[in-house]
């Protein structure tokens, strides 16, 4: 072999290298990219005696950086991620956080951050205890109007669990009973039973018994439809009264600011632009009333006085 020929050998290797170099740049370095992917939080181990009070998180972000092809084709929506929390004390407690096993261990994608990179949990000891509920009807005024009495409640106390600090504090449970806008007689309903956060009851529904003693009548009035909106745009409404037959207590037959309460409201959002429709009007009552007719059951409102 003579040197001339050595001399392109060397020649044809060097391009050889450069190409190389150039193709490992394209595939390795230009044509890779960063995503951002959502990682679920799953949590087990929780300790019986003890619950988390602040802290918890339903994800994490995943910052990776991958081949343009595979960081495409990546399918985000399973990533999930298992915290164990079988070692929590009670008070602050800092876990460190890291990218799903099979992000963390693929040699071609490279984890960059993890955002948070930790959980700050703050846990508590759970307590229990049994509270007596206090039902009270709502709204007291119309309890007196409708002579509601002899409210029971079964049972009349529940047993409540959650963050001992918060049980400590809880006394009773105020329970707030509705009234039936109804005729005389005996009632009874179910009642969800509210506790404050974090706190459970059982049971967790109570049965509710009262007497409402007063007397019922009928009376008749006429009301002008009013909009739901107030608006500079002319509208006609025709009729221009509706009848109205409503059943109230007794005792609220001449308080005129009871009366007053008792509206006919038309909503004319969905009326076409420079257009008519028939609209349903709404029948806004107080506190205890209850509508027993209304003539005519449908109004014709016109837009801009067409």
């Known amino acids: 072999m003579t040197f001339p020929d050595l001399k392109i050998s060397w020649q044809i290797l060097l391009l050889s290298f450069v190409l190389a170099c150039g193709l490992w ?41 991958g081949p343009k092809a595979l960081i495409k084709n990546l399918d985000t929506s399973m990533l999930t991620y298992a915290v164990d ?12 956080l890291s990218a799903p096993r099979t992000m963390a261990e693929s040699r071609a994608l490279s984890v960059m951050e993890l955002v948070p990179n930790q959980l700050v949990l703050e846990v508590e000891g759970v307590m229990e205890n049994t509270v007596p509920l206090e039902p009270q009807f709502s709204p007291p005024t ?9 409210l029971h409640v079964n049972p009349a ?3 409540v669990r959650g963050p001992e600090s918060v ?24 009642l969800s039973v509210n506790t404050p956060a974090q706190v459970t009851a059982a049971p967790s529904t109570v049965l509710v018994r009262y007497d409402i003693a007063g007397t019922r009548a009928l009376v008749e009035l006429e009301r002008v439809p009013q909009l739901d909106v107030k608006t ?5 409404i025709t009729p221009q009264k509706v009848a109205l037959t409503v059943e109230l207590p007794e005792e609220l037959l001449t308080d005129k600011r009871y009366l007053e309460k008792i509206r006919v409201v038309v909503n004319v959002q969905d009326i076409p632009r420079l257009g008519s429709d028939e609209l349903t009007p709404f029948v806004e009552l107080p506190e205890g009333a209850r509508l027993m007719h209304i003539a005519p059951a449908k109004l014709n409102v016109t837009k801009n006085g067409n």
Do not use: C
């Open 167 to 190: 049980i400590r504090r809880i006394g009773s449970l105020k329970l707030d009973v509705p009234l039936e806008p109804a005729a005389s007689g005996k009632y009874q309903l179910q």
């Open 232 to 236: 500079s745009q002319p509208y006609r």
């Open 25 to 65: 740049y394209g595939v390795t370095v230009r044509e890779r990219l960063e995503v951002q992917a959502e990682v679920s939080l799953t949590y087990r181990g929780m300790p019986d005696n003890l619950m988390v009070r602040d802290g918890l998180l339903k994800s994490f972000t995943v910052l990776l950086r």
């Open 157 to 159: 106390s529940v047993s």
């Open 142 to 150: 119309l309890a007196q109007v409708l002579k509601a009495k002899n």
């Open 85 to 96: 929390l079988t070692h929590l004390r009670s008070g602050r407690n800092v876990i460190a």
